[in-house]
């Protein structure tokens, strides 16, 4: 995501230099315009959804088998406004939800990759509203969507392995609107989390068996305005839930923020549902001078110490085994090229354009054009049973860089993990620790490595500055070069924008990397590699 790469002769061989073993794959023929990535259905399947050229409604979606063999193409119409909504494995089979511009289309696959299944559901695209496939065991699913009753509501229903739904939720107020957030559910529990124009954010608890709705509470509004970005069920079968906050009686906030979408704001949160809506605990941690002193990075290297603390992406919350929770979460800063302290720092102050995805486009304001965004350090935080922060761990990691006029949909991409380095979790066996795998780029090199989501140990590795020189890739860091550059990467390149590491079997992953010169998809399945 940076400079220039070398010629198409020495990235290939950058590629080969890949272990050995390495099963592999090309797909070629294949124009940066007609497709949008080689995407993962929970590390069962693959597929890739191709646009056919001079019929803008006709897509081929492509499915592929974990071992990387293509399985099947099935032809979609999607319209001039239709899109993929969501994907999930169910049982040993695969679930696709489309919009087709008008209605919603479910279709069912096999574990041989070829479609079974094909029925039509009242879905809507309603900006704010998310789409979502959650497994129910047994074969059966639950598919949640937007419904355009005057664009105000959404719909639950369960759907057994016939494709046939069991029961079926619609939810829309008389006055104002439910937006759908987030969706969770497991065998016997559904919970529905939306933000209602009138009041904020409410869970929609239901039985997972029948439907019926067993509560419906209000997530807080007062002295703390929640606003969660992380949803899970553990065990017992609550719905736990985590974000950011704003404290509604503080003036302003304890750390300036510059965009809504950068968290913690004023803290964030941990809180937990029972099946039945009671509120079992509910913990706020301040984002205080102090904690944003815990978590900033490297007060050897200026631009990472002046100006502001870091904000704080929360990307996982996890239930230990032996009791309590771990929230996973990655630091950031975000630079203004014509920022005095990044001058200061060493930068060059540019005045880069305003890029059409800038706030203010032509009109020359600052906008997203000239800002960067570094992506900073792990961040591990063990929580125990009702929350609380029992300890905080940063584990400082070589930088990631980010231009963000470089990114297709602007700031909006870095809500999303594909600007950050973490990817997914994954265990060996369900007794191990569950690991992350993160994908990162430093000086030359483009990598792939794990940590323990329990790990305390204060140094896990060696290439930490930006400044360092180039060090190759190390068994002892457990470390995986995957690709190589000509030099310092220093700005985000687009062609770059199609790499990236997808979940297979336990200890496997698949490497995917797109050659614009040569129009061509590289899969790589890989091991996992890793400290010990």
Known sequence: MHRLLRCAGVLAAALCALPAAAQETSIPNLEAWSFTGFKSVDGQFYYMLRQERNVYDLFHLELYSRDLKKLSTTD?????????????????????????????????????????????????????????????????????????????????????????????????????????????????????????????????????????EKARPALPTAPNLLEPTLASIDKAGRLLLSGTYVDKSSPRPVVSVQTEETPPREGFFTSAYSPEGKEEFLTATPYTKELGQQLNSRSSIQIFTVRNYPGLKLHELVERPGGGYTLIGETFKTYGYNDTDYQLAGGTKTAAPAAPNSSFGSMGGFGVANTRRYILDFV?????????????????????????????????????????????????????????????????????????????????????????????????????????????VTAHNVDLFYDEVLPNVPGKFVYSHYDKARQTLFLRLLDVPGLK
Not at 107 to 119: I, R, Y
Not at 466 to 487: C, H, I, N, S, Y
Request: charged fraction near 25%; glycine fraction near 8%.
């Open 76 to 212: 979609v119409r999607l319209g001039r406004n239709g899109k993929l909504l969501a994907a999930r494995a169910v049982g040993d089979y695969a679930v696709f939800c489309f919009y087709n511009g008008k209605t919603g289309q479910l279709l069912k696959f096999d574990a041989n990759g070829q479609k079974s299944q094909d029925v039509a559901v009242p879905a809507a695209d309603v900006f704010g509203s998310i789409t979502a496939i959650e497994p129910a065991g047994g074969g059966d699913f639950y598919v949640a969507y937007p419904i355009d009753a005057d664009k105000k509501g959404y719909s639950v229903a369960r759907y057994g392995a016939d494709f046939k739904p069991k029961w079926q939720k619609d939810y829309a107020p008389e006055k104002g609107k439910y937006q759908l957030k987030m969706f969770r559910a497991d065998a016997t529990h559904a919970y529905a989390i939306d933000d209602y124009s009138k009041t904020g954010w409410e869970v929609a608890c239901l039985d997972g068996t029948t439907g019926a």
């Open 380 to 488: 591990l935080m063990q929580l125990d049973a009702q929350g609380k922060i029992t300890s905080i761990k940063r584990i400082p990691k070589p930088y990631k860089l980010y231009q963000n006029r470089s990114i297709g949909n602007g700031p909006e991409e870095f809500d999303k993990r594909l600007a950050y380095s973490y990817r997914f979790m994954y265990q060996s066996t369900p007794a191990q620790e569950p690991r992350l795998v993160f994908l990162n780029w430093h000086q030359n090199l483009q990598y792939v490595n794990t940590i323990g989501s329990t790990d305390t140990r204060d140094n896990l590795f060696t290439r930490l500055y930006l400044d360092q020189p180039v060090v190759p890739a190390d068994k002892d860091r457990g470390e995986l070069t995957v690709r190589e550059f000509e030099d310092e």
